[in-house]
C-alpha cells in the first residue's frame, strides 16, 4: 500500500529532496500534496487527502493538539529537524519531547530517514517516549459538573477537595471553568497568573515535568493544592482539550485525588459522545476532555424549578462523554421555599425518574442516592467575603456536614495521617 504523503517543509533543497526521493521509493510513498502551513495541512488532512504527514520542526503551532487533531484524521506525523543532530547520529528513533505528543518519528533533514519514518508501520515504531512526566493515572479524578445557571460547581469543588484534604488525603483542586474561573477569587488568592494555563502552554510544547507542576500549584494551610484558573474568559483558547489531558494526565499521576471544577458547556455536538471532527478549538473542549477522563462525576443543580429541570435535561449526556465514571448527583440550596415544600421528598420526585432510566442504561455507576446539600446562606457568604474554606469559617454548617458526609463516601478509607493532619481536622 502506497503511503500518500503530505509536505509542510520550510526548506527548499530539503523539501525537493524528500520529493526527489519519494518519488524514487518503488510505491513505497508518493506526494500527495505540498502545504505552505499547518492550517492548509489540517485542511488536507480533514479531506482524507493525506496518511503521513511530514513537517518542519519549526512550522508555527505544531504542538501537542495539532498532533491530536491530525491523530483524529488518522494522519500520522513525522518531524523534520531544521538542522542533523550535533553528536552526528543517525537514529531518527532517539528520544525527542516531540514523541510525548504521539507524533511517529523526529528525524533528520535527511531524505533516507525520512522515507524510512514514512514507510515504516506506526505500530512496528519503537520509539521510546520522553521521559518528562510520569503519565499513568494513579489518583481518582473527581469531575465537579452542572449545567448554566451557577448552581454551585464551584463551592461543592471547593469545599469537596479541602475537605479530601483536612481527612490527610492528598489532594489538588483545578479549576478548568472556560466561562467564569473563580476558584482564586473564593480562595482569596491572586489570579493574575493562571497555574492551569501556565501548564497547558509547557504541554502542547512537551516541556511540562514535575517540577513545574509543583511550581504552578498554591498550597493552602489544609494541605490542598490549588491550580487556579483563566483570570479572563476572553482566555478560554489557552486550555486546549489535548494539552489540558496531558496536564491532567501529568497530575493525576501523583495525588490521591484531583478535583476538578470543569463548568458547564457539553458543546452543541457532544451528544453521543465528545465530537473529534477536525477544526478551531472549541470553548468546551476543555470541559469535554475532563468528563471524557473523569473517575467521578459530581453533576451539581440547584433545588429550584429552573434548576432542577436543567440538570435533568443534561444529565442523561454526561455519562456518554464520561463513559466510565461514576455519577453522583449534588442538589445544593435546597430551602422549603424554593420546591414548594420539603427538599427531601420534592427534589428526588423530581429527579428520580431521570436516575432510574439512566441506571438502566448505563447499569450501576449511576448512583440513583441523590445528595442534597441545605442552602446555608449565611456560612456561604462568611466564607465567600473572606475568601476562606467553610472548614474555616463556619465548621457546623449544615452545608459543610452534607459535603463532608459526600466525602467520606468517596474516601470511605482515610489514609495514615501525620500529625499535622490530624491537628487540622481537629481544628475543622
Given at each position: 500500500?502506497?503511503?500518500?504523503?503530505?509536505?509542510?517543509?520550510?526548506?527548499?533543497?530539503?523539501?525537493?529532496?524528500?520529493?526527489?526521493?519519494?518519488?524514487?521509493?518503488?510505491?513505497?510513498?508518493?506526494?500527495?500534496?505540498?502545504?505552505?502551513?499547518?492550517?492548509?495541512?489540517?485542511?488536507?488532512?480533514?479531506?482524507?487527502?493525506?496518511?503521513?504527514?511530514?513537517?518542519?520542526?519549526?512550522?508555527?503551532?505544531?504542538?501537542?493538539?495539532?498532533?491530536?487533531?491530525?491523530?483524529?484524521?488518522?494522519?500520522?506525523?513525522?518531524?523534520?529537524?531544521?538542522?542533523?543532530?550535533?553528536?552526528?547520529?543517525?537514529?531518527?528513533?532517539?528520544?525527542?519531547?516531540?514523541?510525548?505528543?504521539?507524533?511517529?518519528?523526529?528525524?533528520?533533514?535527511?531524505?533516507?530517514?525520512?522515507?524510512?519514518?514514512?514507510?515504516?508501520?506506526?505500530?512496528?515504531?519503537?520509539?521510546?517516549?520522553?521521559?518528562?512526566?510520569?503519565?499513568?493515572?494513579?489518583?481518582?479524578l473527581i469531575a465537579v459538573w452542572g449545567p448554566t445557571g451557577a448552581p454551585g460547581r464551584t463551592?461543592?469543588?471547593?469545599?469537596?477537595?479541602?475537605?479530601?484534604?483536612?481527612?490527610?488525603?492528598?489532594?489538588?483542586?483545578?479549576?478548568?471553568?472556560?466561562?467564569?474561573?473563580?476558584?482564586?477569587?473564593?480562595?482569596?488568592?491572586?489570579?493574575?497568573?493562571?497555574?492551569?494555563?501556565?501548564?497547558?502552554?509547557?504541554?502542547?510544547?512537551?516541556?511540562?515535568?514535575?517540577?513545574?507542576?509543583?511550581?504552578?500549584?498554591?498550597?493552602?494551610?489544609?494541605?490542598?493544592?490549588?491550580?487556579?484558573?483563566?483570570?479572563?474568559?476572553?482566555?478560554?483558547?489557552?486550555?486546549?482539550?489535548?494539552?489540558?489531558?496531558?496536564?491532567?494526565?501529568?497530575?493525576?499521576?501523583?495525588?490521591?485525588?484531583?478535583?476538578?471544577?470543569?463548568?458547564?458547556?457539553?458543546?452543541?455536538?457532544?451528544?453521543?459522545?465528545?465530537?473529534?471532527?477536525?477544526?478551531?478549538?472549541?470553548?468546551?473542549?476543555?470541559?469535554?476532555?475532563?468528563?471524557?477522563?473523569?473517575?467521578?462525576?459530581?453533576?451539581?443543580?440547584?433545588?429550584?424549578?429552573?434548576?432542577?429541570?436543567?440538570?435533568?435535561?443534561?444529565?442523561?449526556?454526561?455519562?456518554?462523554?464520561?463513559p466510565t465514571a461514576q455519577l453522583q448527583v449534588v442538589v445544593t440550596k435546597c430551602r422549603p421555599?424554593?420546591?414548594?415544600?420539603?427538599?427531601?421528598?420534592?427534589?428526588?420526585?423530581?429527579?428520580?425518574?431521570?436516575?432510574?432510566?439512566?441506571?438502566?442504561?448505563?447499569?450501576?455507576?449511576?448512583?440513583?442516592?441523590?445528595?442534597?446539600?441545605?442552602?446555608?446562606?449565611?456560612?456561604?457568604?462568611?466564607?465567600?467575603?473572606?475568601?476562606?474554606?467553610?472548614?474555616?469559617?463556619?465548621?457546623?454548617?449544615?452545608?459543610?456536614?452534607?459535603?463532608?458526609?459526600?466525602?467520606?463516601?468517596?474516601?470511605?478509607?482515610?489514609?495514615?495521617?501525620?500529625?499535622?493532619?490530624?491537628?487540622?481536622?481537629?481544628?475543622?
Open positions: 500500500m502506497t503511503a500518500r504523503v503530505l509536505l509542510a517543509i520550510s526548506d527548499r533543497s530539503v523539501e525537493s529532496s524528500v520529493i526527489r526521493v519519494l518519488a524514487d521509493s518503488n510505491g513505497a510513498a508518493a506526494l500527495s500534496r505540498r502545504c505552505v502551513d499547518l492550517i492548509d495541512a489540517l485542511a488536507a488532512a480533514a479531506a482524507g487527502a493525506g496518511d503521513v504527514l511530514v513537517v518542519s520542526s519549526s512550522l508555527r503551532r505544531l504542538d501537542r493538539d495539532a498532533v491530536e487533531q491530525l491523530a483524529a484524521c488518522d494522519v500520522s506525523v513525522v518531524v523534520v529537524r531544521e538542522h542533523p543532530r550535533q553528536d552526528g547520529s543517525s537514529d531518527e528513533l532517539l528520544p525527542d519531547p516531540r514523541l510525548s505528543w504521539g507524533v511517529r518519528a523526529v528525524v533528520d533533514p535527511d531524505p533516507q530517514q525520512v522515507l524510512r519514518a514514512v514507510v515504516v508501520s506506526p505500530v512496528a515504531t519503537s520509539a521510546p517516549s520522553a521521559p518528562a512526566v510520569a503519565s499513568t493515572p494513579v489518583g481518582t463551592t461543592v469543588a471547593v469545599t469537596v477537595a479541602d475537605e479530601l484534604a483536612r481527612a490527610g488525603h492528598d489532594t489538588v483542586l483545578v479549576d478548568a471553568d472556560t466561562y467564569g474561573a473563580s476558584v482564586a477569587q473564593v480562595l482569596g488568592l491572586l489570579d493574575d497568573t493562571s497555574g492551569l494555563a501556565s501548564l497547558t502552554r509547557l504541554a502542547a510544547t512537551g516541556r511540562l515535568d514535575e517540577q513545574t507542576c509543583a511550581r504552578a500549584m498554591v498550597m493552602l494551610p489544609s494541605g490542598l493544592r490549588v491550580l487556579t484558573g483563566i483570570a479572563r474568559p476572553d482566555r478560554w483558547v489557552e486550555l486546549r482539550a489535548a494539552s489540558l489531558q496531558a496536564v491532567l494526565s501529568a497530575v493525576v499521576a501523583h495525588p490521591a485525588f484531583v478535583v476538578l471544577d470543569c463548568g458547564f458547556g457539553l458543546g452543541a455536538g457532544a451528544i453521543g459522545g465528545w465530537p473529534t471532527e477536525i477544526g478551531p478549538p472549541e470553548r468546551d473542549d476543555a470541559c469535554l476532555a475532563a468528563l471524557s477522563m473523569a473517575d467521578i462525576v459530581l453533576a451539581v443543580g440547584s433545588a429550584d424549578p429552573v434548576g432542577l429541570v436543567r440538570l435533568s435535561r443534561d444529565l442523561p449526556t454526561v455519562p456518554e462523554i464520561a421555599g424554593a420546591v414548594g415544600g420539603n427538599p427531601q421528598r420534592s427534589v428526588p420526585t423530581v429527579l428520580a425518574p431521570r436516575l432510574v432510566e439512566l441506571s438502566e442504561r448505563f447499569g450501576p455507576r449511576v448512583s440513583q442516592e441523590i445528595v442534597l446539600v441545605p442552602d446555608d446562606r449565611s456560612a456561604l457568604d462568611t466564607a465567600l467575603l473572606s475568601g476562606r474554606t467553610l472548614a474555616e469559617t463556619s465548621s457546623g454548617s449544615p452545608a459543610r456536614r452534607a459535603l463532608r458526609e459526600l466525602v467520606e463516601t468517596l474516601a470511605p478509607t482515610p489514609p495514615v495521617q501525620s500529625r499535622r493532619s490530624r491537628r487540622l481536622r481537629r481544628a475543622g
